[in-house]
């Protein structure tokens, strides 16, 4: 498991981006790129600009269902959502980024809802070592995007539905206006997150747990029927 700061000039020279979208349907890695910050933030406002198939406004990537079955291992099990929650989140990130829509946002933290939601199911078979300090990464983000998406129910539901609602003529332009400035502030804010070594740093870890997840004889034993009606009976 990598460590933010444990080899800065490591994570400075394999800076490592992946961003999904859909052709036809189904995920597609558009880059997996080894630079520096400065190269991955300017690749990632190119292809902002330039890509023909990054999610529009309107379909911003939702959660998809995972295929799960009782034969199978919970390692295996909590791998397949784990590895359908990473595209879930990644496949909004460009749209984030560019701004495009509150919805990427939405999604983004819908996402992080679903990874706590796994990590709390399969709290029993989790790593001792690598989840606490993800749980504190996962924190991090999900606390910085939900103060993003607490002033765009604001500004987008809320304002418009007290004002139409009012019957004086009370002037609501300092508030928006507030709230405006306040949500460009934190939009830069996000940016230089989901650009930045502790992101990912977050995003390999998982990758890599995901990835190695039930690899063991002993991990390989017990199946998931049985693992669901233990924690159901608890």
Not at 77 to 83: P, Q, S
Not at 123 to 129: A, F, N
Request: net charge positive; charged share 25%; glycine share 4%.
């Amino acid at each position: 498991m990598l460590n933010v700061g444990e080899d800065e000039s490591m994570l400075a020279r394999v800076f490592v981006i992946f961003i999904a979208t859909y052709r036809n349907g189904e995920p597609v890695l558009i880059a997996a790129i080894n630079s520096t910050k400065e190269t991955c933030r300017e690749y990632m406002r190119n292809t902002i600009e330039s890509e023909p198939d990054l999610p529009s406004a309107d379909n911003a990537s939702k959660g998809q269902l995972v295929e799960l079955h009782s034969a199978m291992t919970p390692h295996a099990a909590l791998r397949a959502i784990v590895t359908e929650i990473l595209r879930h989140l990644q496949s909004n990130v460009p749209g984030i980024l560019a701004g495009r829509d509150a919805e990427f946002l939405h999604q983004a933290r819908v996402s992080l809802r679903r990874l706590r939601s796994a990590q709390k199911t399969f709290e029993r078979i989790l790593p001792d070592t690598a989840w606490p300090i993800t749980t504190v990464e996962i924190k991090w983000l999900a606390t910085l995007l939900g103060k993003a998406r607490d002033l765009d129910v604001m500004l987008w539901e809320t304002l418009p539905t007290i004002k139409t609602a009012s019957s004086d003529a009370t002037d609501f332009s300092p508030v928006e206006k507030a709230a405006q400035q306040r949500r460009k502030r934190l939009q830069r804010q996000i940016g230089s997150a989901l650009t930045s070594d502790r992101y990912a740093t977050l995003l390999l870890n998982l990758q890599q747990w995901a990835k190695a997840a039930g690899t063991t004889p002993a991990q390989s034993s017990e199946k998931l029927l049985r693992f669901a009606r233990d924690s159901l009976n608890k």
